[in-house]
T-cell receptor, first 115, second 112 residues
């Protein structure tokens, strides 16, 4: 396994359109996280899954955002009715669950531009 | 509110010298801290971590120091190399969920 992968790497969309991003974690990792990063800031937590269960969502995740991890493997993040403020880098990370195993491994990110 | 802060947006050092990157946090419940390095157009890469039961952790050229009473941690890179030029983020981990709370990042430039 070569690490966390994300698709697409770049997405340009018009305001009001829906977009969906995919994340494939490291295969033996059962925790999967989504973060958003804007210019000049560190990544901000959006949501996370343990296996297929979504266990926490940030207040940053408005009703227009939905995430799934249907079989506990890959995950998708959908943004409906995109707004210009959604323009950011969307990062996915995975980690094994368990005490002491707190390092997360990030994918390359999907850069979203809403015009 | 910014629970993890990196107050220096940038740092420039000469190759071979020591780089010291600083980070402060406000939540005394944090008990695990990590440093990540990020190159443009790539995701953050894990560098080194430290648990609150320790005050120092070393891995090759990288050493992280934790001062719990001051709620401060620092990353030392010695000797610095031009390939170390990147944005460095410190992060605190929520032990229950594992979610990371990041600082704003410090851009390190190592000059040859």
């Amino acid at each position: 396994d070569t690490g966390v992968s994300q698709d697409p790497r770049h997405k340009i969309t018009k305001r009001g359109q829906n977009v969906t991003f995919r994340c494939d974690p490291i295969s033996e990792h059962n925790r999967l996280y989504w973060y958003r990063q804007t210019l000049g800031q560190g990544p901000e937590f959006l949501t996370y899954f343990q296996n297929e269960a979504q266990l926490e969502k940030s207040r940053l995740l408005s009703d227009r955002f939905s995430a799934e991890r249907p079989k506990g493997s890959f995950s998708t993040l959908e943004i409906q009715r995109t707004e210009q403020g959604d323009s950011a880098m969307y990062l996915c990370a995975s980690s094994p669950a368990g005490m002491g195993l707190l390092e997360q491994y990030f994918g390359p990110g999907t850069r979203l531009t809403v015009t | 509110d910014q629970q993890v802060k990196q107050n220096s947006p940038s740092l420039s050092v000469q190759e071979g010298r020591i780089s010291i990157l600083n980070c402060d946090y406000t939540n005394s419940m944090f008990d695990y801290f990590l440093w990540y390095k990020k190159y443009p157009a790539e995701g953050p890469t894990f560098l080194i971590s430290i648990s609150s039961i320790k005050d120092k952790n070393e891995d090759g050229r990288f050493t992280v120091f934790l001062n719990k009473s001051a709620k401060h941690l620092s990353l030392h890179i010695v000797p610095s190399q031009p390939g170390d030029s990147a944005v460095y983020f410190c992060a605190a981990s929520d032990r229950n969920t594992g979610k990371l709370i990041f600082g704003q990042g410090t851009t390190l430039q190592v000059k040859p």
